[in-house]
């Protein structure tokens, strides 16, 4: 799977619970270090999304690629290896509530990886470094704020360096200065370390601020916005009752919003 | 009435299928040794104190109660021989389990079901966790290993909670009342002492992860899923008791 090729495809996907259909024929691909971002109302089957490409839900119909892998009739044994390369930042962090920060940073490396402490604990501090919280390895997670909390998240999603981070409502709830600092997270991961990322948000103004920036290293990481073709790597889905409704990049989006009135009032 | 019968069918459905995960992952890798030695100092230690109070008091009012009757024929010596029938075949695994469904079962339910609600659980999967294997065979490891030692320490101190009574009591001799002690005993009885909190450990284990594993509804589905586990394990203690009882008289006497 080399640059820009594809890396996660829904190909006709149905789902339904009970009598409730969520999703209706779901097609997109995503592309290696491109980024999925998946808007719609409150049950519009946003999160169900991510949740089928962990494997954590299987399509009634359909089918479903991971780095090549189909994954929908996988058993959970044969998931787990998809698994490794796949992170994903939950709405709430879904932080371990006995482990400490450093503890959750590191469960994977340490309980399914099995490296040796020194090596993980080195790991842990990297990454706690790349979101700016190394200070709070030993905390519990209750003692953190819920930014803390979110990039705490992405910092455990993060540590066995996945191909994939999938991110369900990472802005949800926090104030727009925190929320800021976690759009940066995911923009930084997607630029300086090649992971391809999926965004399920309906914060618009982080979504697009995704989607039309991008990070720079000289030194320090600084952030700026993304020139026409980094810019186009970035594709809004917007799914309404089931079915994707508008497909296309932040541009598109916003020039839809002229003659479609469902994307015109989300958009306003 | 249809849908509660199919209710019930789909939720020993789902136990059953709980099992079988349970007992594959039980022989093939991996195994979590760091958390099953944790549910050991959990369940069993945990549960030390409760089931100690539970089986010293168990043992002095069986002793006054049946002091009181045995009295009546002269026979107040025979106390210590009927209260180590009791306490061993029965009283001793009945009450522990009970004691520890209210204690662990519910705490287990909780435990699994907060995790489930908060998506620590999807998450567990996420980073390529089997949540059987991480969290569900521990318990169950340390609910059959530690409950048959619970229900020896509680028939043990049960029979000296009996011997207190009888001494300052009835005032029948130490001697008289442990010699009165062993004769009660046959060795089927100690094997039903000890192979009952077996079935009776895991029983309670398995309803408190199957209940807590299929919380629904935020924390409000927590508080649910904690008094349906204490509420159907206490009942299954009882159920499981008898048929392993059956069983054992059957297969023993």
């Not at chain 1, 930014?147 to 066995?160: D, L, N, T, Y």
């Not at chain 1, 923009?187 to 920036?213: M, N, P, Y």
């Not at chain 2, 009927?82 to 522990?96: Q, T, Y």
């Not at chain 2, 318990?139 to 000296?160: D, E, K, Q």
């Amino acid at each position: 799977m080399g640059p820009g090729g594809p890396i996660v495809v829904f190909d006709g996907v149905w789902l339904a619970f009970d009598e409730k259909e969520i999703l209706r024929d779901v097609s997109f691909t995503l592309r290696t270090g491109h980024t999925k971002i998946f808007l719609g109302a409150s049950g519009a089957g946003k999160s169900t999304i991510l949740r089928l490409t962990l494997g954590l839900l299987k399509p009634d119909a359909g089918r479903i690629f991971v780095n090549g892998e189909q994954i929908e009739a996988m058993s959970e044994d044969d998931l787990m290896q998809v698994r490794a390369d796949l992170g994903m930042v939950f709405q709430e962090g879904a932080l371990f509530d006995s482990l400490t920060v450093g503890e959750n940073v590191g469960y994977k490396l340490s309980e399914e990886l099995q490296w040796p402490a020194e090596r993980a604990d080195g790991r842990v501090r990297e990454v706690l470094g790349f979101i700016g919280l190394t200070e709070f390895i030993d905390r519990m997670p209750s003692e953190l704020s819920g930014g803390q909390r979110r990039r705490v998240a992405i910092a455990r999603a993060m540590a066995a360096k996945p191909r994939i981070l999938l991110y369900d409502e990472p802005t949800t709830g926090l104030d727009p200065i925190t929320s800021l600092t976690v759009d940066e997270e995911i923009i930084k991961l997607r630029d300086l370390e090649g992971v391809s990322s999926v965004l399920v948000t309906h914060q618009l103004r982080d979504a697009f601020f995704v989607a039309e920036h991008a990070a720079k290293k000289n030194g320090d990481v600084t952030f700026e916005r993304a020139d026409r073709g980094k810019a186009d790597e970035a594709e809004f889905i917007m799914l309404k009752d089931g079915r994707i409704h508008f497909e296309g990049n932040a541009s598109e989006l916003r020039a839809a919003a002229g003659t479609d009135g469902y994307i015109a009032s989300f958009l306003s | 009435m249809q849908s509660w019968a199919k209710d019930a069918v789909l939720e020993v459905q789902e136990y059953v299928r709980l099992l079988a995960r349970v007992g594959r992952a039980v022989v093939t890798p991996p195994f979590y040794y760091r958390d099953t030695v944790q549910q050991f100092d959990a369940i069993g230690i945990g549960s030390l104190t409760v089931v100690l109070l539970a089986g010293l008091f168990t043992g002095m009012v069986l002793a006054l109660n049946s002091g009181i009757t045995l009295d009546q024929f002269g026979a107040r010596s025979m106390v210590g021989r009927l209260i180590s029938a009791s306490m061993v075949k029965e009283l001793g695994p009945v009450l522990s389990g009970l004691m520890v469904s209210g204690r662990v079962g519910s705490g287990i339910a909780a435990e699994l079901g907060s995790m489930l609600v908060t998506d620590q659980i999807a998450a567990l999967r996420a980073l390529g966790t089997d949540p059987i294997r991480k969290l569900v065979v521990p318990r169950v490891a340390a609910g059959v290993l530690m409950m048959p030692l619970l229900s020896i320490l509680a028939t043990g101190i049960g029979m000296v909670g009996g011997w207190v009574v009888s001494l300052l009591q009835f005032h029948v001799a130490s001697t008289i009342y442990w010699t009165s002690v062993v004769q009660g005993l046959y060795i089927q009885d100690i094997w039903m002492g000890v192979i009952k909190p077996i079935f009776i450990g895991f029983t309670i284990v398995t309803i408190g992860c199957h209940v807590g594993l299929r919380t629904t509804g935020g924390t409000q589905g927590v508080g649910t899923a904690t008094k349906l586990s204490v509420v159907a394990s206490s009942v299954a203690v009882i159920a499981v008791d008898f048929m392993v009882t059956k069983v054992l008289i059957v297969l023993m006497y």
